[in-house]
């Protein structure tokens, strides 16, 4: 695991307040549960409402999760003022996004003034054990704030 | 645009009715619009409560409506009996996924008997015009339904 | 398709002369065989030392000129100055990469200043059919020259 | 680090086997030098016929080898008969592929009968210290051999 020094020392204040601002992750019912310099930590209890046909969580949501906790571990790592944007991301989808709960793990794999590149994991939570779900390679880029 | 040859006459009725079991699609009121062989159309009329911070639709469910619309196309092309299951996709996204309405199209680029490779794009629809959101690349894997 | 006024009426000496530069390419044997606004094709004669364990075309070499061709696309686009990088690429591999000839067709998705997303495939060409190899997905970024 | 048990017992020598019928590998000069259960290292030496135009070895080989150390890191864990082929990747470049000696390390993240995921590095090494230069998220498959 890579260590990085934040930029700004309000990293987390302003992490927290930009999360708060996603509809999205409102509807959802997801949590941001950890926000290290370059690591973050999203978590989601498995609602009906949110899956595909098998009752699990739907590829959709698991990747909405598991994007937003990249993208925030980048914006931990910049100086106040701009925002991050995700240019592309690749998931892949290695066992079924079982309930009740899953946690989403970005990290930041390479950081840069203009791209950061990420990565993370999705596991389904049960019994105290982590499965692994997905797993995304991400690039995300510094914005000016509108 | 490849032309493809459905092996199962009942493509669409089969391709509707595994939609319908979607509750996420449900949830975020999305319609299959069009079942082709080899390509499928879904549409959805932004929401609210479905938007990241600057109010367009969040990746993860520009993300959601693409790989739906890739897996049925995947489908479509299927015999009756197995389901499509995503093994992994790449999405770049290059404009905002602005309302009222998006639409995704998904299509086969190569069928197969074990993975279909398929690619979609979604676009976002205002005063008769489309702009290009965001364009993916998948992988689908046969499997036997559970 | 879509249709591209190039920015620099020079566009196709400016790309041809990037190209005369790549060491790999000429290693290889590539040539550059078209040379459109937002579209460049490059061709490969397969050679067997450039393959893997069933006589194929290596995937690295695949995506080698897949990625010259994305990225010389997105270079015919551009003004005269900067140079174009890749940022990433995601490719699927969908049949062997036989010979005698291969050709790769890169093509812009999404033209940008700082960020331009490409498409491209190879094909296997024999008896004047050409047969999908690999489908390829990719981000290119515009860079001062060093 | 996963820990994984290998199927068979003999998988470093099918691997090297299987390896130096890779022609490619040995046009660019490439060694295996690390073959573990789930994880192989494969270095190269930076030779200026390899380089695009800045003298960087060239993002194609850069793929070929994290490839390559990705699909043995996938056969190291399987039973002797079948070999693996290549479905998809995705790279991402994050700093200048630099002689004098690069080093690609494949891992498996997540084995499986017919597919295996993988995760690989590449890392530029000049005077005792490593930089990361590619990141790569990829797809094999298990095939019967020909």
Known sequence: M???EPRDPNFETRVRASFARLSLMKTIGASLTRVSPGEVEIELRLRQNLTQQHGF????????????????????LMPAGPEVLTVEYKVNFVSPARGPRLIARGRVTKPGRTLTVCAGDVFALSNGSEKLVATMLATMITAEQR
């Open 57 to 76: 969580l739907a590829a959709g949501i698991v990747t909405a999760i598991l994007d937003t906790a990249c993208g925030y571990a980048a914006l931990s």
């Open 2 to 4: 890579l260590i990085f």
